[in-house]
């Protein structure tokens, strides 16, 4: 308790320094041109370099990976268990971060006096476009936001009259993570198969994501499966699979970028347009 307690003390006393120090540094600085900015998720670093502020990026989270360039970047934890002193220490302007309604990490770090920017956790494209519009405000590249939304959905029309000319959409299911994970309605992804001319096996699911059972995915019989949790090798060896149409037919693709596809930007149109050409090579294979 006590040493909770000093850890806590010595936050506040920095804060209390850094509020003075940060308020000097930023009289003469473009407010937005020179931001130091922390970034709490992988999908809102790979914005911000997209909207070419990747070198005003002081710290990420330890899941950031992508682009290269975020990995030289300091690491402040994960969005649940984020350092706070490492955080006060590196001077940010500005915190982006997404917005879960159970966290207590965006409050807390506002208790602090930190400026912090909380787009909603996209659930659709629409929201994605949202996101990607209220991170270029803030960081001051509107224009460049605008462009990027513009060409995701010029691309997303490409993806979308393709789609249009197959004679039939095929049944996918996507498992998350073990033991069957996978998505529900609520999930952009859905939407993004959808697009592409697929449908999620588990779309009348009205959850983002839910634990399926082996018996309801045996039952509904997907004719393409696609795992970021095992090995299509490992999937053939459960028991009952074997007779998965998409693992009989040898329709499970296990290599492809879940990053690509989970983390809700501009590069998930780049997703779109891989996985409609592995449905389309799955459906001639058929």
Known sequence: MKKGLTTTLSILLGMATFGCAREEATTGRSRQSELRIVSLA????????????????VG????????????EKEKIGDFVHPNLEKIVSLEPDLVVAEQWPSSRTVPR??????????????????????????????????????????DMRRRVVRVRERANRLN??????????????????????????????????????RKRALLASKETII???????????????????????SSIRAVRNGNVIDD????LLSHGNHRLIEAMEQLQNRFLDALDAG
């Not at 989270?61 to 992508?66: I, K």
Request: with cysteine; hydrophobic share 40%.
């Open 168 to 205: 039939r959409r095929p049944s996918v299911y996507v498992e998350i993570d073990l033991p069957s994970w996978t998505i529900g309605e609520r999930s952009f992804i859905t939407e993004a198969l959808d697009i592409c001319g697929a449908r999620n096996l588990f779309a009348d699911v």
């Open 60 to 71: 990420v989270t330890v899941h950031c990976t992508y682009p290269p360039e975020a990995q």
């Open 109 to 150: 770090l506002r208790q602090f006096g930190l400026q912090v920017v909380d787009p909603v956790s996209p659930r659709s494209l629409k929201e994605i476009y949202e996101m990607i519009r209220t991170v270029g405000q803030v960081v001051g590249r509107n224009e460049r936001a605008e462009r990027l939304i513009a």
């Open 256 to 259: 492809f970028d879940q990053s």
């Open 219 to 241: 039952a509904r019989d997907p004719e393409i499966i696609l795992s970021f949790a095992v090995s299509a090798e490992r999937l053939s060896e459960r028991p009952g699979w």
């Open 42 to 57: 992988p999908s809102l670093t790979e914005t911000l370099f997209e909207l070419g502020v990747g070198d005003q990026i």
